[in-house]
């Protein structure tokens, strides 16, 4: 069968979502597809996703973005990690940070080291020996890849910024690479007879949009995947029960700190994300056990700095699609799934699955092969990230109100209760290949959560008393020492990447 190249693609919706698969494509694919986006400025944007995750850099640097400049037009900030308050117990606090904790001894992981010492009377806490723990309390930040000579890796880290911001930035580089971006609200999804593929748009102006190949990017609504193609939607509420929020912005307080923070309440959580301009909160309850105005109330009693608008409510149901790609449509961003934002997780995934659909770019006969594989992959991602974030309600030990009740005794997915298993009983972690958490996220996730194993292993007894005190001192000596030679995060901003 000779191949049959894509001519057209049609992005419907202008959120991260969006620009980020129109600048990724524009980037990569040949001139001789023409790309198009359509938005709705009267419909708008979620436009709430304001934290991420180190792996985001990695689309920064493919699409060859100025960090400096990406900084400074998102207002953005750097993030080292989040600090859970509240989660095992109310007032624990722990913080999950991008690093590893400590280094790596003969081939075994540290915390082996640290179980051992812990199992023969030390009262020394993991984060002891984490830079990223050190970096934040100290709230210092500057890039480092490495930690002078040592084993030790240097600042894994991640941004927080303005999400609208963001999209704009995206969309000049989008539009700069040739993409056509069109104003206005679909009306109507056209679907070819014969193959049920989608075969065009029409605008509620009568403006009509053919293309080979539509990416789905208009929100939870799934305009093109849900209500024209009728892919239905996978439910996980009884493991992500939180399914509302509201979101308020604040005046920014100081210290500008590298971190986000997120503060479990009664019915769900709140969120701290440190902008230069200001800083993002937002309430995630389910509304099984609180109400709206309830929720708000909280948000707002917890706020750190004079709130700059009213707050603003949204609805969401966590989970997956049945099928992320279904005949010529790829949904991408919130039509795609939604696991809520604990671990700030979604413009990761949008990034991955714009990078798979690239990979995986079809012709246009769509092989089942292709879409298949798709699917299998996206629905792995999606599991595996479901997972984690289950582990943080679940390995709860708190039973103070129904919600934190609810999510202690709820039957847990055999895939997480396995990892937990294991942990608690040899302190292994095992990583599944394709799991976005590496040990280390699992590893401070279970310790702060106070899952403390029974055991380490055995390899941790090779060393000599001695050699664990001298090995575990020198591994807080050297995070000391990095340390101390940081720039402070806000100065290090003011100098770098200051927004006007
Ligand atoms: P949207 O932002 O909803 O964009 C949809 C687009 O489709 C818009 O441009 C709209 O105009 C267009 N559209 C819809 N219908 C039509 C139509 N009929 N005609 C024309 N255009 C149409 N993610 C993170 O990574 N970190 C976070 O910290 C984070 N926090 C979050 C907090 C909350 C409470 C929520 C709900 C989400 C959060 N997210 C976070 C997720 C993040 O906001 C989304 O993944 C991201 O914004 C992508 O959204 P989207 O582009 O898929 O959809």
């Known amino acids: 069968m000779t191949r049959q190249p894509i001519e057209r693609v049609l992005i419907v919706g202008g959120g991260t979502a969006g620009w980020i698969a129109a600048a990724a494509m524009s980037k990569l694919l040949p001139e001789s597809i023409g790309i198009e986006l359509i938005e709705s400025d009267a419909i708008g944007t979620v436009g709430v996703g304001e934290a991420t995750i180190p792996q985001i850099r990695r689309l920064n640097m493919m699409l060859g973005l100025d960090e400096a400049e990406f900084v400074r037009e998102t207002k953005g900030t750097f993030k080292l990690g989040i600090e859970f308050n509240n989660w095992g117990g109310k007032g624990d606090s ?26 023969e009377g030390s009262n020394a806490d993991l984060w002891q020996y984490s830079l990223h723990k050190k970096a934040c309390d100290e709230r210092k930040f500057a890039p480092m890849e490495r930690v002078g000579r040592t084993p030790m890796t240097g600042l894994a880290y991640a941004f927080h910024f303005d999400a609208g911001l963001y999209a704009k930035y995206l969309r ?48 939870f609504r799934g305009l093109l995947i849900g209500e024209a193609l009728g892919v239905g939607y996978r439910d996980w509420s009884q493991w992500l029960p939180c399914n509302r929020a509201v979101a308020v912005p604040c005046a920014r307080t100081e210290p500008l700190l590298p971190y986000t923070k997120a503060t479990a309440h009664d019915a769900g959580w709140q969120w701290r994300i440190p902008l230069q301009h200001r800083t993002g909160n937002g309430h995630v309850f389910c509304d099984s056990f609180t109400t709206e105005d309830a929720a708000t109330e909280t948000l707002l009693a917890n706020l750190d700095g004079e709130p700059q608008a009213e707050p603003r409510p949204l609805r969401f149901t966590t989970g997956r699609r049945e099928a992320f790609w279904h005949k010529n449509c790829v949904s991408i961003g919130l039509s795609s799934g939604f696991l809520e934002p604990l671990e700030s997780t979604s413009i990761h995934l949008i990034q991955s699955n714009v990078s798979r659909l690239i990979e995986l770019f079809p012709d246009k006969s769509f092989r089942k ?42 039957e847990a997915p055999d895939s997480l209760k396995e990892k937990m298993g294991l942990f608690a009983a040899s302190g292994v ?36 008393k001695d050699q664990l005190r001298e090995f575990l001192a020198s591994v807080e000596r050297i995070i000391g020492q990095a340390v101390d030679a940081l720039p402070d995060h806000a100065d290090f901003i003011a100098q770098n990447c200051a927004a006007g």
């Open 94 to 119: 722990y913080i999950h940070t991008f690093g590893d904790v400590g280094m790596p001894f003969a081939g075994l992981g540290f915390h082996h080291y640290w179980l051992r010492a812990r199992a």
């Open 172 to 219: 000049r580089y989008a539009e700069q690479r040739g993409v056509i971006r069109t104003e206005g609200r679909i009306s109507k999804v056209e679907l070819d007879g014969e193959t049920g593929r989608i075969a065009s748009v029409t605008l509620e102006n009568g403006a009509t949009r053919a293309a080979d190949l539509f990416i789905d990017c208009s929100g």
């Open 369 to 410: 092969e292709t879409i298949g594989e798709y699917n299998r992959l996206v629905g792995k991602e999606y599991e595996l990230i479901r997972d984690f974030l289950v582990l943080h309600y679940h390995q709860t030990q708190r039973e103070d109100t129904e919600f934190w009740r609810y999510c202690k005794n709820m």
């Open 429 to 464: 972690i095992f990583r599944e290949a394709d799991d976005l958490f590496r040990e280390a996220s699992w590893l401070q996730v279970m310790i702060g959560q106070n899952l403390m194993p029974e055991g380490y292993h055995p390899m941790a007894d090779r060393p000599s």
